[in-house]
Structure formats: C-alpha cells, structure tokens
C-alpha cells in the first residue's frame, strides 16, 4: 500500500474514533494531512464516522481540488496552518462541546483562551489564540491565522470551534481531544478558586518536552 494509501486509511480510522466518541456530530469538523504534493482532506459535508478513505479529497500545493469528492469549505483554515507551520503535518477542526462553549464565552483572555490547568495541554497543545467569529468557509479566519505566523499549533475560533495542527494526523488528534478536555475542565470549574499551573511550570513543561 502506498504511503498516501496508508494515510487515507489512517484519517478514516481516526475520524471514525472521534465521531465514536461524540468528538463531532453530524457532518460537523473536518481533517487534513499534508502530502509531499499537497494536502488531503476531508470532503464537505461528510461524516467523519462514515468517511471512505479513496473519496477523501486531494488539493495541490496551490489549493486546487485534484481529485476526490468536493474538499471542506474549511480548507483555508488548514492551508494557513500548513503556510506558517512548517512542521505541521495534519490540522483537525471539530465542533467539540466543551471547546465550543468556552469559545462562546465572552470573557475569556484572547491571548490564551485555554489556559493551562493542567500538565497535558502545555505538552500537546499550547497556547491557544481565540481567533473572531467568521462565518463558517469565510476565507477571512483562514487569513487571520495567517496573520498570527505560525506561533500557534491550535486556534479557537470564537462560537465555532477549535483548529488544531499537529506533526501528524495521530498528534493532531490526540491534541484535539487534550484541548477538549482542557476546556472541560475550565468550564467544570468556572465557579472555583483554581490553582493554574505557574510560568514555572510551564516553562519547564516546554524545556523537557519541547515548545508546541
Ligand atoms: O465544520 C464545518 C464547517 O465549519 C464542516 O464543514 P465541511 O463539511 O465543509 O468540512
Ligand atoms: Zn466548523
């Protein structure tokens, strides 16, 4: 099996285990991984729990559809992270619930709307910028993420949901599913007194385990 092959195979599977585990519903959220001549990425309007690895569409370098079904009206969301992340391999976009509603919360710092609680959302995550409402396809967010080059591996945009890189399709997801879980927390304890994690802490997250 060709790597593509085996990459196509890989996006299926993952998705399908997101969609198991309530990570997406409906036709929500879409999936890409970078190719030596472009991108690979989930059709529009399709199902990440019934995705059918040879139908998932294929881009060229310059964003042109070269075969597949019709390609996620999100693509300008992943060809920006692939632009000024050199080392991004694969972006997931999800409608998350929890990372959803907090990007619906009006007060939360734009800089850092995830703040890090807890050690696993520094080491896979980041900071994560909250990035304006655009409609959902709106080229504009793809250009604004642009605009942040590249010193972000997750975006949240706000009252829509989160967009996360990763070096592979497999890091991608599992910090797709960390930021979730990050946002979970967040909201569970909205109303306490929290202990956050200190710059201290951070810092030597990022010295052991590399910066995202
Ligand atoms: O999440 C989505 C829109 O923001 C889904 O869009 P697509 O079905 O075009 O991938
Ligand atoms: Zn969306």
Redesign the pocket.
């Known amino acids: 099996m060709s790597s593509e092959s085996k990459l196509r195979e890989e996006i299926a599977r993952l998705s399908k285990s997101l969609f198991d585990r309530g990570f997406s519903v409906g036709?929500?959220?879409?999936i890409s991984a970078a190719v030596e001549d472009g991108m690979l990425i989930?059709p529009?309007?399709?199902c990440l729990g019934f995705l059918d690895p040879a139908r998932i569409s294929k881009l060229d370098g310059d964003g042109n559809h070269i075969s597949g079904d019709k390609p996620?009206?999100?693509m300008f969301l992943h060809r920006a992270f692939y632009e000024t992340r050199p080392q991004a391999g694969a972006v997931v976009?999800l409608?998350s619930t929890f990372a959803t509603a907090l990007s619906c919360v009006s007060d939360i710092d734009e800089d850092d709307c995830i703040p890090p609680i807890t050690p696993y959302v520094v080491m896979r995550v980041g900071r994560v910028k909250l990035v304006p409402y655009f409609r959902?396809?709106d080229a504009g967010a793809g250009d604004l993420i642009r605009l942040l080059g590249g010193r972000y591996a997750a975006v949240l945009l706000a009252n829509?949901?989160p967009v996360v890189s990763g070096r592979d399709i497999a890091s991608a997801v599992y910090a797709a599913e960390e930021l979730e879980e990050t946002a979970k927390l967040l909201l569970l304890l909205r109303e306490s007194p929290k202990r956050m994690l200190t710059r201290e802490n951070v810092e030597e997250l990022q010295t052991v385990f590399g910066a995202y």
């Open positions: 036709s929500a959220g879409n989930t529009t309007n399709s996620s009206k999100e976009h409608h959902p396809g829509h949901g």
